[in-house]
């Protein structure tokens, strides 16, 4: 029974790590996208 408990959380915390994992993922993916933004911006305005 213990067992069973453990691999119960253990799916738990996976599965909400993977919802975190994804929410970062979502973060991370607007956030690169803002920097190249402002480094081609940057390089534009350098003259290229």
Do not use: E
């Amino acid at each position: 029974m213990q067992k069973a408990r453990a691999v119960a959380g253990l799916w738990g915390w996976v599965r909400g790590w993977r919802r975190v994992r994804r929410g970062l993922g979502l973060l991370w993916v607007c956030w690169g996208a803002d920097l190249g933004r402002a480094g081609r911006s940057a390089r534009l305005a350098d003259g290229g």
